[in-house]
């Protein structure tokens, strides 16, 4: 079992910069890939990034290529996702969710634990 929390949403203005936060814990928790996702009312939830345990191998959506960033900090079995550049349509509820194998993937059925969502809202 994996458990994971998020953090770090909140509300800001286009052009700004947010970092979410997902802390993970459970026995299972170690040695996965992890990924975020975000989802808006009525629409399915959409891939956002994802990180390898070692952290050095990632992919991205192409809508936020070049202005988000994964990263994560084993030590703290924390993944982060750092969102610069942030425009209105990035407005969404991020969800965090980590994998049972060590391997990247943009399907969301790939993965079986979920956070509870933290709220990003970017004001034109």
């Known amino acids: 079992q994996v458990q994971l929390v998020e953090s770090g949403g909140g509300l800001v203005q286009a052009g700004g910069s947010l970092k979410l936060s997902c802390a993970a814990s459970?026995?299972?928790?170690?040695?996965?890939?992890m990924g975020w996702f975000r989802q808006t009312p009525g629409k399915e939830r959409d891939f956002v990034a994802t990180?390898?345990?070692?952290?050095?191998?990632?992919d991205y959506a192409d809508s936020v290529k070049g202005r988000f960033t994964i990263s994560r900090d084993n030590a703290k079995n924390t993944v982060y996702l750092q969102m610069n550049s942030l425009k209105p349509e990035d407005t969404a509820v991020y969800y965090c969710?980590?994998?049972?194998?060590?391997?990247?993937?943009?399907?969301?059925?790939?993965?079986?634990?979920w956070g509870q969502g933290t709220q990003v809202t970017v004001s034109s």
């Open positions: 459970g026995p299972t928790s170690r040695g996965v890939a």
């Open positions: 969710a980590a994998r049972t194998t060590n391997l990247l993937s943009s399907w969301s059925g790939h993965y079986p634990y």
């Open positions: 990180i390898i345990w070692q952290g050095h191998s990632t």
